[in-house]
Nanobody, 123 residues
C-alpha cells in the first residue's frame, strides 16, 4: 500500500520561503512521476510541479516557474518542493501524488495522494 506524507507547510509572509517534503513508501517508484498540486478554498486542485523519479526531470506550472524547485532523493524516497518568493496567491493545501504518466499535469492521472499540508502566505 502506497503512503505519501507531506510536511513543511506553515504561515509565511509574502516574499518568504518554505520547503515542503513528501515521504513516499510502499512500492518502488523508479518508473513514476511525483507531482505537487495545491488547492485554495473554493477553487479546483491545480498542478504546481512534477518530477520523475528516474532522472529527476521536472516540470512547473507557469505561475511558479522560476520561484519553485522540485527535487527528489531516491534513496530516501523523499520529494521536495522548495518555494521561494512566495505570494499570497500561493496559499492553499499542497498535496503530493504519484502517476505512471511521465510529468503528468492532470489530477486524474495521479493515483495515490497524500493528506496535504497547509501553506498560508500573508501579504
Amino acid at each position: 500500500q502506497v503512503q505519501l506524507v507531506e510536511s513543511g507547510g506553515g504561515l509565511v509572509q509574502a516574499g518568504g520561503s518554505l520547503r515542503l517534503s513528501c515521504a513516499a513508501s510502499g512500492r518502488t517508484f523508479s518508473g513514476y512521476t511525483m507531482g505537487w498540486f495545491r488547492q485554495a478554498p473554493g477553487k479546483e486542485r491545480e498542478f504546481v510541479a512534477a518530477i520523475t523519479w528516474r532522472g529527476g526531470v521536472s516540470d512547473y506550472a507557469d505561475s511558479v516557474k522560476g520561484r519553485f524547485t522540485c527535487s527528489r532523493d531516491s534513496d530516501k524516497k523523499m520529494v521536495y518542493l522548495q518555494m521561494n518568493s512566495l505570494k499570497p496567491e500561493d496559499t492553499g493545501v499542497y498535496y503530493c501524488a504519484t502517476a505512471q504518466i511521465r510529468l503528468a499535469r492532470n489530477t486524474w492521472l495521479y493515483r495515490d495522494w497524500g493528506q496535504g499540508t497547509q501553506v498560508t502566505v500573508s501579504s
